[in-house]
T-cell receptor, first 117, second 115 residues
Framework: AQKITQTQPGMFVQEKEAVTLDCTYDTSDQSYGLFWYKQPSSGEMIFLIYQGSYDEQNATEGRYSLNFQKARKSANLVISASQLGDSAMYFCAMREASSGGYNKLIFGAGTRLAVHP | DAGVIQSPRHEVTEMGQEVTLRCKPISGHDYLFWYRQTMMRGLELLIYFNNNVPIDDSGMPEDRFSAKMPNASFSTLKIQPSEPRDSAVYFC?????????????FGNGTRLTVT
């Protein structure tokens, strides 16, 4: 079974608009962490935002926010005021405490975002 | 602070040759990871180390792959002999203790092409 599911292979958004990238996860752990990474065409993996399973508030980092719905096991990334430089692949990832707490990240397949001027 | 440093950025080699990928993690990070990224399989964890000791190598595809971490500031991933299906981008990442919310910090990757 897929641990991390990103159902949108590709998305596009108009510059300055907001966009939501979907992520659902599967775990039986109570303690886990959720991460989003950005991979631009240059190839590097850039950490964007983190949400802990016990965090009561949704995480925010600048224009990035994480819409965390624990009961639905979803952790959608919201990018506000999209910029051309936001065009990239976006990966959702999860770390489960049951993996020994050893910080193993499991990644989804990614969503390619294109921002149009 | 310098991030995770990988070398080379690109490697082109012929089938059957030995390939060595190198990684310098961020100073003070106790965990080091090797990931492989392909179009077909996405990002796969190959192996990771804690305090220079291999913890989980269940993602290493086969015996042709080996990884070492002789000290806290250096790791290698070796493929011998290489095959065309090994062509991929190989990422090294490092992290602090898992008892906090520290993310993995990735290097820029090595793009390997085996002809």
């Amino acid at each position: 079974a897929q641990k991390i599911t990103q159902t949108q292979p590709g998305m596009f958004v108009q510059e300055k608009e907001a966009v939501t990238l979907d992520c659902t996860y599967d775990t039986s752990d109570q303690s886990y962490g959720l991460f989003w990474y950005k991979q631009p065409s240059s190839g590097e993996m850039i950490f964007l935002i983190y949400q802990g399973s016990y965090d009561e508030q949704n995480a925010t980092e600048g224009r990035y926010s994480l819409n965390f719905q624990k009961a639905r096991k979803s952790a959608n990334l919201v990018i506000s005021a999209s910029q051309l430089g936001d065009s990239a692949m976006y990966f959702c990832a999860m770390r489960e405490a049951s993996s020994g707490g050893y910080n193993k990240l499991i990644f989804g397949a990614g969503t390619r975002l294109a921002v149009h001027p | 602070d310098a991030g995770v440093i990988q070398s080379p950025r690109h490697e082109v080699t012929e089938m059957g040759q030995e390939v060595t990928l190198r990684c310098k993690p961020i100073s003070g990070h106790d965990y080091l990871f090797w990931y492989r990224q392909t179009m077909m399989r996405g990002l796969e964890l190959l192996i990771y180390f804690n305090n220079n000791v291999p913890i989980d190598d269940s993602g290493m595809p086969e015996d042709r792959f080996s990884a070492k971490m002789p000290n806290a500031s250096f790791s290698t991933l070796k493929i011998q002999p290489s095959e065309p299906r090994d062509s991929a981008v190989y990422f090294c990442a490092s992290s602090q203790s898992p008892r906090n919310n520290s993310p993995l910090h990735f290097g820029n990757g090595t793009r390997l092409t085996v002809t």
